[in-house]
């Protein structure tokens, strides 16, 4: 199960959002992520927080893949925001030594989680969406256009493609590893650090000897199968735009003014 | 369609202890044709040459001496490299190592791409190819699902897609269980007699040679015994100094031979263990004293 | 299809009624397997891909803990105290497929002294356990001071065996130790695992997909589908029921199936011969007495 989602954070189901284009999703994540930069108050986080969430619906992603997401980074964010609370400029409401909260401290706290959680959960959207085959194709197609600049566009997705492809095959083998190391006595469950330290070698060393190999075998049978690093070629799934990408990318067009004009407003009303 | 010529192959080895590099003669003169849709089983122990013979066939290695032609090109003419290659595929041993794509369709089609070759005809020929060694339903699986022989077939089904006229496959059988070894000998027997494709297998398992039209034995570098099965198969002390693995029964049929039993030469099958064994029995039954050999 | 252990004291290792699943998973992958093995006794493990075999060798080397029955050691229950599971490696070698791909020292020998040390014996001691391991497989002092990665493939995998070996196990398990390796060379190893147990005494058990060598080489075989042990018995025994056997995916030696051709024709072949020898002293008799009764 997991070899098949490589990363494991792609959710597979039949979307609109899951059918667009990677570049309209990475195009979207973009702005999504630029304009929280420029939101300035808080209660617009709450307006790019619901159009996140029409989302999630609209992909039928279940709500508790969003907090999944959200899980990994909570004590993150507790930091984030009693540092921001209580070590900012103005004037302090209540302090204790160094510490002092302020009505400042606590805007900027609130700001900049909201801002954290947001980015996150958008990114999760993009991953959840998208896989990462789908992702290294959108912006291997996306950044094409380097290729006049002499940006190997092209080697380098191929590269990420088959570091993708071999993940399982290289998890597989540091399992194989470690049961033959253990079978030599080697304990990796118990033990200091020093001593976690010292049976590193007997994994490292041959996974390294490994990956030499199967870099070499590669090497050769992409060669006979035809690759000559010249870049005449095509796909079998080429990208192309459709109905819905091109209302997608007009909807972030709208999106990304409308979001920054509502935010002004809200800051001047209140 | 293969004809090579006086072909020798030299590699420098550094020795272990240090000191100068000394050069090691793989291939020493080596004289070979072979014809469209033939299938032939290069034989022969490791150190044989036959690995690196195999390189030779799609330009991986180039001769130090004499000539390779594949299909009326010189491997040594540098512009004719891709021709070449469009011609022969490769097949290799570690099944995982010659995968590139992150799911079956993808890496049918990595040839393909590599080609140039318009995305709707890319799409139609990976179909057609995933169909003939067998693997349809597995089209969108990542690589890693499959088994052994599976993956040896995916392979084949990638290397197929770009319609070589014959496809070279250099002990593709060797990490395989017996079961999925069978499998992709009895893919290479249907591409060779349906596709008309010319099936160049190199391998050290004697049973594999047993339905090719031609064996050939290499020894030293060298072209040690080229001809039929039946021919190759029946000079069995030949084979014995070759280090090959004979299979039990054409042991067992050489033993009773030799305590004068009439065994025709040589007994490659159970089935052909059987029957021979029948017709010497059934001579026997009916009292004729003198069992005529089968010619 | 039992066969008689010559009593409890001479019992090496003993899988009791061992059943096992992975925690998450609600496949079992091993049912109720029981069997024992003597000092000394050369036992194949036969069975199709996926039917448990290499779940079933890690829980006699304490990799896996069994989810139930148990695994005893000299009569002794490993998984209880004062029993520690990691014990078990001490006695038990496992060498697993293309083993050469775990070597990682600096040099053959430090290689080989790896598993000892591990096992708290000291540098020296290691280092001698080493050497005589190194000879038994047969690579002598030249190699001790060698880069494992620069030898050959074939080396290489003597010297991972070697590296097992030198912990001393009274059992060591391979599993296919002929992989990918020529017909010459795979001679030579099982030539290699009859000098193992003749000169240590130790038990040897074989995991291999080669019913050729099975026959050739062990004394009984265990043979597992769908993680149960459906036969324990010689190979002699075990390779009569060539339809069942064919059923388990893993057949028979050829010559076997060839002298069951011969039955299916009318023959009245006694007894199926596993091995060529066995093969040709039956057929001749075939031959030679049927020239009587007529």
Redesign the interface.
Known sequence: MIADLAIGRYYAAESSVHSLDPRTKLTAALVFIVTLFLIRDSLTYLLCLAALLLLYRISHVPFRYLMRGMRGIVLLLLFTLIFRAFFSPGDPIWSWGLLKLTQNGINLAIRLVLRISLMILGASLLSYTTTPRQLANGMEQALSGLKRFHVPVDDIALTVTIAFRFIPVLNEEIGILMDAQAARGVDFQHGKLPEKLRRIPSLVIPLFVSVLRRSADLATAMEARGYSGENSCTKMYPLLYRQADRIAYLLILVYAPAILLIDRGIAALL | MIHISGLVHKFREYPPDGGEAVYKTALDGVNLDVEDGQFVVILGPNGSGKSTLARHLNVLLKPDEGTVWIDGRNTAVEEELWKIRDCVGMVFQNPDNQIIGTTVEEDCAFGLEMRGVKPAQIRARVEESLLTVGLPDKRQFSPSRLSGGEKQRLAIAGVVACRPRCVVLDEPTAMLDPHARAEVMELLHRLNLENQMTVVLITHHMVEAVGARRVIIMEHGRVAMDGSPEAVFSDLERLQTLHLEVPQVTAAAEQLRARGFPFSRPVLTEKQFAEEFLRIYEHRARGEEHVPHRS | MNTVQGGKSMCLIEADHVSFSYPDVSRTILQEVTFSIAQGEFIGLIG??GSGKTTLV?QL?G?LRPTAGRILLNGQDTGRRPFRL?EL??HV????QY?E????KGTVLEDGA??????GASPEEARQAAREALSLVGLGPEFEN?SP??LSG?EMRLAAIA??LA?RPELLILDEPA??L??????RMLVLLRNIRAERGTSILLVS??M?DIANCTDRVLALSGGRLLSDASPSLVFQQVGRMQEL?T?V???T??AE??RR?G?SVPSLPIT?SE??NC??T??RE??HD?
């Open positions: 199709a891909s890690k080397n990799l990691a490696r001490r070698g496992l060498v697993f083993p791909h775990q070597l990682f790896f598993g000892p040390s591990n096992l060698r990665l620069e074939g590296g097992v912990m992989a990918g020529d017909p010459a060379a795979k001679e997909h080669s050729e995916g057949g030696p050829q010559i199936a060839a051709e011969l024709r023959i060529v093969a040709v057929f001749e075939l031959l049927d020239c007529r």
